[in-house]
């Protein structure tokens, strides 16, 4: 938990809207967006971000070759889930 008592999120996502055009990265923001102000919310999406995204952190390139990805994102995913209580992961691949 936090010191505010609120859960700690991690959200996992394969991108970030309006960057990307498929509907889960609009998820992902709109879900970030709507806890954000409740929770302590921090989200790990492969790149590139726009600037502004707060709480939001890009962990490899959606252009690199998917073994690079998946590398990357594994690392990222893992630092960012030590410090939370709860792990929502909207993209299957990356959530492996």
Not at 72 to 92: I, K, N
């Amino acid at each position: 938990m936090t010191h505010g008592g609120e859960p700690s999120v991690l959200m996992l996502g394969d991108g970030w809207a309006p960057d990307s055009a498929g509907g889960a990265a609009r998820v992902i923001r709109e879900l970030h967006r709507s806890l954000q102000p409740l929770l302590d919310v921090r989200t790990i999406v492969l790149g590139p971000l726009p600037e502004g995204a707060e709480g939001v952190r890009a962990a490899g390139d959606a252009r690199a070759p998917l073994p690079r990805r998946l590398r990357s994102f594994a690392r990222g995913a893992a630092e960012g889930a030590r410090a939370a209580d709860v792990v929502e992961a909207h993209f299957a691949l990356y959530a492996s």
